[in-house]
């Protein structure tokens, strides 16, 4: 059985009522305006929806029979049918979870004008029936014992199948009730007027016929003020050429913004209901009918209570889980149900925020997502560029973008409470960090996990920058690239550069890049034209002024067009000591570690990594850096964790810095800003770098 609902209709063509003006009528066009606007409110809220022709009516019955026959062959598949007649349409966007309660719902009859009264006590222009053993009986009955009943009148005559469902189930039912209310001898006695609240007996609900309008407008307003004004459902009647002009003035009216509001009756006013699932799920109720309402938050499709809480009206409560979860919420008022809902994103706008500058994993399964609930996805992160052309069904927007209609938000990051994951609001479980649990099922499993996605492994679709043709750039295993962003110290960092290729075993295998400030051009050219002069394998690159505080935008982007199989942070305030540096880095090749050489004066240089010299397969593990100025201590926090970093005395550094030495106290040093408050809160980040260095670690170990 699929968990979800079917709005169906059917007619049949060719069929003769027996009476001229029906008879005559032909193909039945009307049924085409209402199952165009039918199928449209379907679509808006996640049902499917079918309008069945048949060749021919069901046996020797009155053609409305079909109704019958064609709930019956499709309620085993669905856990409700919402029948809708072919001669009538939505008129307002309210999701039929407000029908939801008893075995079948369905609206008391309107009046017989000529008559002052109802002939019957229900309608059957719309019904919602749950598939339940007591429906599937009573369609199956109606059928068999309608030959049997009244000599088999209610097979062409008093109601047909309307008269028999009467007759047969709903004035047994609302008798036994026993509620000697206005409303209940509003049904029993046929009167005209409508009932002020749903009725409730054993297997139905029975609500007021307002939300069923049917005919025409016997009010004193205008024909567009009634149109616009019904509540729910525009039933045509009448004829056939009658229907078709009725519906097609009546289509004119309808209006299908999402409100997100259902209906709370009580005795005197109405209260209203609004669901919202943007992080969480929320129930909000606003009226002016003073009731208090347990509100029941049921997870696993109903099957786990999750929280509770009692308010009145204009009042609030929050379930405060953050991933995705299969919300079924119950409202009750005085010890009864009087609503449960669905969570059902089918059809609907579904926001979905990458809560991580690196994380290209989880785009797999944000797409997942939008196919497995055929829901219209948009969706926020840093990187939307890599993804749009290969997943055109999704509608990328930049982070802090309001957007509109939204029926649920979630995001996707790591959220920690303390040293653990926050399983209270945002992970359905914790993660453990360790070389047993590798980057690939640890990352991709959060996602899958905030998401509700069974596990699968799954690559994502991306287009990488244009800028730079990465088959071009020639990595050479023998190479090591220098990473040197500079600012206004031309002849300190060529200073610092040439120690480098001075003290190197293999200069022709060092590769120089330079980072420059587009209003510092002057050092660029002093530089270029060093080393152009010297034949040195050298890149420069100009870039707007990030400033010192990122830093690490430099650094990323001087990876990215590297060719060397190690990257070595180099800065234009210290020199290189050692003779064969390079050697020693090279006696590491095939090593996934990160070296650490020995930085002097060696009182500020203990313990500390300033100049850390990384495999280039790390940058293309991690996909950057770092996502901070402090790159060293970005690495050094990580390698904590992953412990693959090496102690290498045999390269050492002097850091000639101002507050070290007391030399290069310029502007450049003075201008420095660090954003520790910025850095301490990108643990998250760090900890998929430590996710994905600990997967690489594990492959090699193998």
Known sequence: MVNNILVLSAHTKNMAYGVPEHDEYGKLDYAEISSKINKQYADIN????????????????????????????HIYDYDYVFWIDADAIFMKNIPLDFLIGKDIAITKEYPNIKFDKTLSMVNTGFMLIKNTKFSIDLLHNLLSQAENWDGGSFKESNWHEQGLLDKMYIRPQVIQTYKFTSDYYRLVDHKHEDIDNPFETEN?????????MCGKNENEVSDSEYLSNIKFIFHATAGHHTKRMRLEEASKYVNFEDEKNRIIYSEDEENKITYSFIKGAKVEITGSDDKEYLV???????????????????????????????????????????????????????????????????????EEFRKKHNCKVVCSGVWNDWFREEYKEIEFVKPGIDIDDLYAVYAIGIYRDGEKMDTLQYHPRDYEISSKHGSNRVIRQIAMDILGLDYNLIEPKVIVRETVDIVDLNINKDRISILCPTRKRASQCIK??????????????????????????????????????????????????YGYQNLHLYMNDLCFNSTGEWLFLWNDDCIMLSDGWDDAIRSYTDQFVMINPKTFPEEVGLDNLWFPIIPRLWYETTG?????????????????????RVWENSIEILHDRADITGNNDD?????????????????????????KILEVIKEKRK
């Open 46 to 73: 996640g049902y499917d929806f079918k309008c069945i022709e048949y060749d021919i009516k069901y046996k020797d019955y009155w053609p409305t029979w079909v109704k019958v026959k064609a709930i019956l062959e």
């Open 624 to 644: 950057r850096l770092s996502s901070n100025a402090q790159n060293d201590s970005w690495l050094q926090m990580i390698t904590d964790v992953t412990n693959n």
């Open 296 to 366: 029941e938050f049921w997870s696993n499709s109903g099957d786990i209570l999750y929280y509770w809480n009692t308010i009145t009206n204009n009042m609030w409560t929050e379930a405060n889980k953050k991933w995705y979860t299969d919300w079924v919420i119950k409202i009750y008022s005085d010890g009864i149900l009087i609503e449960e809902y669905k969570f059902n994103c089918k059809g609907k706008k579904v926001y979905i925020h990458l809560d991580n500058s690196n994380v290209t994993e989880w785009f797999p399964y944000v």
């Open 496 to 545: 610092a550069c040439d120690s480098l290729l001075d003290k190197a075993s293999k200069p022709e295998n060092v590769e120089l890049l330079f980072a420059f400030d587009d209003d510092d051009t002057s050092s660029a050219e002093i530089i270029n034209t060093h080393y152009k002069s010297s034949n040195v394998d050298f890149k420069s690159f100009v870039y707007p002024r």
């Open 204 to 212: 139905f609900i029975i609500f007021p016929n307002k939300y069923q």
């Open 667 to 691: 502007d450049t040093y003075r201008e420095r800003v660090y954003d520790v408050q910025r850095f301490n809160t990108q643990s998250d980040e760090r900890y998929i770098d430590i996710l």
